[in-house]
């Protein structure tokens, strides 16, 4: 089935609070819709989905495909161009719907048109705020950022620099489930449509993840190695040689959502604690980028616990 206005789909562009825009990424001369899309493994998809698409004056610009054999799962990606396409977009939904029942397909719908609104959760370690701060002021990232949420008031100054609302929330085991009821209403105000948390330093209740939008996070090390506090002395601890940087979506299930990015650096005997902590948040940075730009540009398609990332 398709969920084109639901912000916890795979697409995550679809939501219908997102604002409208006339920038586009760069290269790309009229706006495109994209479909990601699994179905069971059978001949024909490809054509089925390539022939609802030129039989509308579908141009297709982009189209990658894979298939999933141990679960027998064919799951896509098309993007193609709107000008010329003889469907309105409030048509397309309706239109596709019976070839995805035919294919016993999940599907979700986006346009590169639509600019998700993403807000930021923060604790008190800057460096990943600072560099999402920096990429979305440089236009890398497709997306508005009106919102920075943090447990502790130590990066507000950074963040009005950037013309972005600072809410600070404390958090407490007894205050727990009212600061979120207060997170959840902020995102309900400012039409979020994905959660990133930038070393936000607190887990999510079930509830908060059932019934916010999709929310993003980044971890130190190839999950699920050094959990607990300080991981990087416990890597220093183990004569590690590689460390590494994990981003994830967020499940109910601590720090085993199904995984978007990853990446390790390689550290020697001669590294201590501090450079560990250096090239950790250095990966940290570079792979949460990744992964926020990689859900921006529609390019995850999630089933089950994993993800198909297409490049």
Request: proline share 5%; hydrophobic share 40%.
């Amino acid at each position: 089935m398709t969920r084109p206005q639901d912000s916890r789909a795979q697409s995550p562009n679809t939501s219908s609070t997102s604002s409208e825009t006339p920038n586009r990424p760069a290269g790309r001369t009229s706006p495109t819709a994209t479909i990601l899309l699994s179905c069971p493994e059978q001949p024909g998809v490809v054509a089925r989905l390539a022939g609802f698409l030129s039989g509308h004056g579908g141009n297709i610009t982009h189209s990658d495909n894979h298939t999933d054999f141990a679960a027998k799962l064919f799951l896509t990606r098309i993007e193609w161009q709107l000008d010329g396409f003889d469907l309105a977009r409030d048509e397309i939904p309706l239109a596709f719907a019976p070839i995805a029942a035919e294919l016993g397909a999940d599907w979700s719908l986006a346009y590169s048109d639509i600019v998700p609104r993403v807000a930021l959760f923060v604790s008190k370690q800057e460096h990943c705020l600072l560099d999402l701060l920096w990429r979305h002021r440089a236009g890398e990232l497709h997306a508005e950022i009106p919102l920075v949420v943090s447990n502790h008031d130590a990066l507000r100054g950074e963040v009005e620099r950037e013309g972005i609302q600072f809410v600070h929330l404390p958090v407490t085991r007894e205050s727990k489930s009212e600061v979120e009821a207060q997170e959840l209403a902020l995102l309900r105000e400012h039409r979020i449509d994905l959660v990133v948390l930038a070393k936000y330093m607190q887990v999510l209740s079930d509830d908060f993840i059932d019934r916010g939008p999709r929310v993003l996070n980044i971890h130190h090390s190839f999950l699920p190695a050094f959990v607990g506090a300080k991981p990087y002395h416990q890597a220093y601890d183990r004569g590690v040689k590689i460390i590494g940087a994990t981003a994830h979506y967020v499940t109910p299930e601590l720090d085993a959502g199904p995984i978007i990015e990853q990446d390790v650096a390689r550290v020697s005997h001669r590294d201590g604690i501090s450079d560990l902590i250096r090239k950790g948040k250095d990966l940290e940075r570079v792979v949460l980028a990744r992964a926020v730009r990689l859900h921006l540009m529609n390019r995850v398609l999630v089933y089950g616990n994993k993800t198909v990332v297409f490049g």
